[in-house]
């Protein structure tokens, strides 16, 4: 038995390739699939099944790709009601991968259709040796069963008794979950990639609380906020992607062409660099939305998905990343690229727009003297509460997009996040809804706490995310 493991960062996004000797199998894959053609020609091995756990909320996956690059045949949940060619599968079904036996178990209460593969490697035994478990057990923590909405009391008790199927599996059982820390599909989930069920069931909170109304109750209340991506990936899933080489190829604009289709309506510009590029130039009423490990989470959260997408990128091999990385949480729409970037924009004498950017100092300044300017804190509403500073309104940035109306637009705004990243996107926002005093904290708290303005706060020294934001 071989397993190879393939994370995202951002996305926290595990998946796996299951082999025997000659044939593998994929499990929850990403859209970008060439890696797992790659690996399996390095263990030169033929891909023949590819394995869901569930309709991911969290990301657009690439099984409808692989299958076409590959043959494979796709194994999916029965309760999914999959509307692609896949074969159907629920508690009790099995199939075998050359010495390698697979059994699913249902496992509801992340998704209502979720299973978990349970795999016996009978060259060596006839016990149990790993689980594949998506999203219903990680390391430390469990999947949220609060995503659809009306039914989230009766996925936390399927989840209750989902979780009471699987540790009953021996404890030596290795556990391979579908996302790591930095992962918004639970609550809190470890960094340690891996697991067993031994371990979990000793050290995992939420496989302590032995009472179900507890453990509802515990599973419903102060879960992280939902990005709007998670409310329809899911269906994308179901009824099967797109295929990526049917999706437009992007065009390269030059700057005149790429200023006129800015102009359509049913167009945005989204902007890619980092947040000081940004704010030293921009063209008028693009987003903002730095390409970071977490850039998929945020652009999926963020941009609206019935635009065309136009990309400003500081190269093109960032725009082809870009693209990637868009495709991977449904945004399909990117049609152009500015050709020469911002340099050849401003060489054409068309418009352009700033935002102002301040330092820790400057802002320290403004708390003691300019009590016109608004400070905005757009961390989570837990960063938030871990640590501020006095007198600061928060909304966290995506929330923006809406909340922008309880804001002074005459007002001088100064944004904050823990970094600068996430009050670039702030920026954008309030740039795009016609707000003109805008000026983004450089290094955000983060800045603000070493200059020795305010204690170190505790969700800004946090260790193990995927980036600090």
């Known amino acids: 038995m071989f397993v190879q493991q393939f994370f995202v960062n951002g996305l926290a996004h595990s998946s796996y390739l299951l082999g025997g000797t000659n044939t593998c199998a994929v499990i929850d894959p990403r859209r970008d699939v060439d890696i797992y053609l790659e690996a399996a020609k390095a263990m030169e091995m033929k891909i023949t ?6 309709l991911h909320a969290d990301f657009v996956s690439g099984f409808m790709d692989l299958a076409d690059k590959t043959g494979a045949v796709i194994y999916a949940p029965e309760a999914g009601k999959c509307e692609f060619k896949h074969k159907a599968l629920s508690e009790g079904s099995t199939f075998e991968i050359e010495d390698l036996a697979v059994k699913v178990l249902d496992t509801p209460g992340h998704t209502p259709e979720h299973i978990t593969y349970v795999v016996t490697d009978r060259s060596r035994s006839e016990d149990p040796v790993a689980i594949f478990c998506g999203d219903v057990l990680f390391v430390g923590d469990v999947g949220r069963p ?27 059982c290795e556990v391979y979950p579908a996302h790591g820390a930095g992962s918004l599909c639970g609550r809190a989930i470890g960094a340690k990639r891996t697991s067993t069920v031994g371990y979990e069931r000793r050290n995992n909170y939420a496989l302590q609380l032995k ?52 102009q359509r309506e049913d167009t945005l510009v989204l902007d890619v660099r980092s947040y000081e590029a940004f ?47 868009l495709r991977r949480v449904g945004l399909d729409r990117v049609k152009g690229v500015l050709s020469g970037g911002m340099f050849a924009w401003a060489k054409e004498g068309l418009p352009i727009d700033h935002i102002c950017l301040i330092s820790g100092g400057e802002l320290n300044e403004i708390c003691k003297s300019a009590r016109d300017t608004v400070i905005l804190d757009v961390r989570s509403k837990d960063e938030f509460g871990a640590g501020h500073i006095d007198g ?30 996430r009050s670039g996107i702030a920026c954008s926002i309030l740039k795009t809804k016609g707000f ?25 020294a946090a260790p193990h995310l995927p980036a600090k934001i």
Request: glycine share 6%; hydrophobic share 40%.
């Open 436 to 460: 003109k005093k805008v000026y983004n904290v450089t290094g955000g708290m983060t800045g603000y706490n070493a200059a020795g303005y305010s204690a170190e706060c505790p969700a800004c």
């Open 146 to 172: 609060d995503l659809f909405p009306g039914i989230a009391e009766k996925l936390a008790s399927n989840l209750y008794d989902s979780l009471h199927k699987i540790v009953a599996l021996p404890d030596y």
């Open 211 to 262: 009472d179900r109304d507890m453990f509802i109750k515990s599973l419903i209340t102060n879960m992280p906020a939902a990005p709007d991506h998670f409310s329809r990936s899911s269906a994308i899933n179901r009824k099967g992607p797109e295929l990526v080489r049917k999706l437009p190829v992007p065009a390269p604009l030059e700057p005149k062409d790429f200023w006129e289709a800015a």
């Open 279 to 325: 704010g030293a130039q921009h063209v008028p009423g693009s987003w903002n939305i730095m390409f970071s490990a977490v850039f998929s989470t945020f652009a999926g959260w963020i941009l609206p998905p019935d635009k065309d997408i136009l990309l400003v990128a500081p190269s093109k091999e960032q725009a082809q990343e870009t693209l990637a990385a």
């Open 392 to 421: 600061a309104v928060n909304i966290p940035a995506p929330e923006l997009r809406t909340r922008h109306t309880e804001l002074d637009k005459d007002s001088p705004i100064a944004v904050v996040c823990t970094t600068g990243i």
């Open 49 to 54: 099944h590819i394995l869901l756990t569930h």
